[in-house]
Every structure is written in C-alpha cells, then in structure tokens.
C-alpha cells in the first residue's frame, strides 16, 4: 500500500482538496510502513513518526514557515524538519481544509456541548444555547478542551445565546471577514482557536465577547477522530495519533 493510495481515504471524503493541500514532501508512491498524524509536523512530531517507523505523516497546518523563495528551505526550523524527513524517507501529506470538513468542525462544536443550530450552514453555523454569561461558557469551554487557564476579550457579565465558532486561526486578525459572517449570522460570542490584539479589537467594536481556546487546542480534537477513521479504513495498518502540546506556558 503507498501513501497516495492511505490519502484517497481523505480524498474520497471531500469533493476536491484545496490549493493548500496535498503531498508537499517525500515520495507518494513509498510503501507505508506506518503513518502518523498531527496538527503540525513540528521536530518533535516528525520524531515521534520517525522513532515509530511511521514512514507517512499527514498533517493539519503547514510544516515549512512560508517565504516567497527557496530560501524557506533553510531556515533554521524548516531545515531541521528536512533533516528528519529525509534520514527517515517520511512522506508528508497536508490535509488542511479537508480535515476541518470531515472531523474538526464538528468535534470541536461536539465537545463544548453545541446542539441546536439556530442560523447559517457549513462553518458559518450559529448554534443555541441557553441563555448564560460570557463567564460561564468561558468556564465550560476551559473545562471541555481540558485547559487551566483560558482567555476571554469582551464583557464577562454579558449574558449570551448563540454562539459562533473560530475554531483554528479563523479568529485571527487575517480572518477578521469570518468573524463578520459569523456576526451576520446572530452570533454574540465567538469561542474560537487563536486571536490576537487586532482581532480582539474588531470582536470588542463589534460586541462579540471572544472565549480563545488555543490554535492546535481546538483541533488536535478533530485529528484524533481523523486517525480513528483511518485506522478503522485500515485495519492492518499502523495509524498513529501525535497530540502537539501548548507552545507556551502561563507564569
């Protein structure tokens, strides 16, 4: 079995991959002797496939920090990531928007107990919720993704009903329009991956209290299920699920 042939398993779930997706490393016709997948294939996660003799990692986000040129190549992070995925001759494939299609969506929507939808359809879905404070479904988004801290932008006080979902980096400021469509849609909290200052601005102008789980936190979720359906597609294969940790730490 080659690793093109393990990602049709992938294919056939979506109409078609996005620009961004697809083999981006290693060779698609390899024998796969095991495969891992993970939301980035960060050094750590290549040497958790490597030290398991997975030889075919699929991966969430991209692995090679961009840059117009070449030259990306050799960066200090992107060089040390080659290095493993050459001495271990490990393909990689990235399955970005497919991914949040068939699994991490709905994992995550599943996880912080969202039901009814009240508006919108696909990613732009408004979900209700019993009438609650931003306090308290911050406090129940820490508890359903297992976190100690969580931050919140907006008025913890406000009481909220349909909540809007930026999960990944859709809460980010390179996202903002998402955050509009999901307004659009009668949203008046956003519980999302990653935001950052600017983003936050535009939620606080616009009255939407932001609840910011963590980027890699509110889809690792979705990725485990990937894995399981993989490993169930493929019963004599070794699938292996790589949890990337928090990159930080509060102090």
Not at 130 to 156: F, H, N, S, Y
Not at 200 to 207: C, G, N, Q
Not at 209 to 232: D, K, W, Y
Request: aromatic share 10%; hydrophobic share 45%.
């Amino acid at each position: 079995m080659t690793a093109r042939d393990v990602v049709h398993f992938i294919e056939d779930q979506v109409p078609q991959l996005s620009g961004e997706e697809g083999f981006q490393y290693g060779d698609p016709e390899a024998e796969v002797a095991g495969v891992v997948i993970c939301w980035m294939a960060t050094v750590p996660a290549l040497r958790f496939a490597a030290d398991h003799g997975c030889n075919l990692v699929i991966a969430h986000e991209a692995t090679f920090q961009p840059d117009d040129s070449q030259r990306q190549y050799e960066w200090v992070p992107n060089r040390a990531r080659r290095e493993i995925l050459d001495a271990h001759r490990i393909a990689l494939f990235r399955s970005h928007w497919s991914a949040d299609t068939i699994c991490i969506f709905d994992e995550f929507a599943r996880l912080l107990g969202l039901g009814e939808v009240s508006r919108g359809e696909g990613f732009y879905r408004v979900f209700a919720i019993e009438p609650t404070t931003v306090r308290r479904l911050a406090d129940r988004a820490k508890q359903a993704m297992g976190l100690e801290t969580i931050r919140v932008a907006g008025d913890l006080d406000k009481v909220v009903s349909r909540v809007g979902l930026a999960w990944g980096g859709l809460g980010l400021y390179s996202n903002v329009g998402f955050l509009q469509k999901i307004l659009e849609n009668g949203a008046d909290v956003a519980i999302g991956g990653e935001s950052d200052d600017i983003a936050m601005r535009f939620a606080l102008d616009s009255d939407l209290p932001f609840i910011e789980t963590g980027h890699s936190v509110s889809e690792n979720p979705g990725l485990r299920i990937l894995s399981q359906q993989l490993a169930e597609a493929f019963p004599r294969l070794k699938v292996l699920f790589f949890e990337n940790p928090l990159p930080y730490r509060w102090l």
